[in-house]
């Protein structure tokens, strides 16, 4: 019985993932293609023993750590609510002792650099750093209004309930019915120069997300039924936002892995 209970537990985890799953993993694709081969011999040999080697495949791993005892305080670093009208990040408000994803970024990315720690420190901390840079580039992770990041704000879309934090995980990607490859080749070919967007820091990236609340209209009116076209009007906000994380995620790997190589 409890087999089944663990099985059945699983598998409304797996789905519950599923789309939010989709985003990450076309984050660490496309910064996968932008990385150096130093850079990529580096996260090869760290995830050696994995069944996969890609950072597509540890994109999601967060989410599913998360539910287990032993990762459970890593709950609160996946968000940051920033307590302020204008969005202005303050970390003794907004992070205590911390615990946000505001926070957890540069902590991760000098972990994952730090070749004295043990090795599965580092893999962990890769597996982590990936994850969260894709989080503090979705709008709803690091916004400013007290309904959970969205999960309380109800929604009516396509005569299904649900809330705007899922359409913006889930529904805006799934829209475009596009398989990953397909998906990252597409985004690929609109990625602007590295250069241009490795700039700034985790706490600038979430006051970007939280601007991004008000002035591009995430937000309608009140809840209820969401207008016919809203997928399609937000899905280049999606995409650009997983570009952007891409690059940035690029350039923090670079620097704590790729000049490790050639020491």
């Not at 940051?80 to 970390?91: F, G, P, Q, S, T």
């Not at 709008?139 to 929604?155: C, I, M, S, T, W």
């Not at 209820?224 to 650009?240: H, T």
């Not at 350039?251 to 490790?260: D, K, P, R, S």
């Amino acid at each position: 019985m409890r087999l089944i209970l663990a099985a059945a537990l699983l598998l409304l985890a797996t789905s519950a993932y599923a789309w939010s799953e989709f985003g990450h993993r076309l984050v660490g694709e496309l910064a996968e293609r932008q990385l150096s081969e130093a850079a990529r011999m580096q996260i090869a040999d760290l995830l050696r023993d994995e069944p996969d080697t890609t950072l597509a495949s540890i994109a999601a791993w967060a989410d599913t750590a998360r539910d287990l005892p032993e990762y459970e305080a890593t709950s609160r670093l996946h968000y940051v609510y920033l307590r302020d009208d204008n969005c202005r990040y303050d970390a003794q408000r907004d992070c205590r002792d911390g615990r946000c994803v505001v926070a957890a970024i540069p902590m991760y990315a000098a972990q994952l650099a730090d070749q004295t720690l043990p090795r599965q420190q580092r893999i962990e901390a890769l597996k982590f750093l990936v994850h969260f840079v894709g989080d503090v580039h979705q709008p709803l992770h690091a916004g400013n209004r007290a309904d959970e990041g969205g999960n309380k704000f109800q929604v009516n879309l396509e005569g299904e309930g649900t809330n705007l934090h899922s359409v913006w995980d889930n529904r805006i990607l799934r829209s475009a019915k596009l398989d990953r490859a397909t998906y990252a080749d597409r985004l690929d070919a609109r990625r602007i120069e590295a250069a241009r967007l490795a700039d700034g820091d985790a706490a600038a990236w979430a006051m970007e997300s939280c601007s991004m609340l008000a002035s591009r209209a995430i937000y309608p009116p009140k809840p209820g039924k969401l207008a016919p076209d809203y997928l399609v009007r937000m899905r280049p906000d999606v995409e650009s936002r997983i570009i952007q994380a891409s690059e940035r995620l690029a350039a923090m790997l670079e620097q704590a892995l790729g000049a490790a190589a050639i020491r």
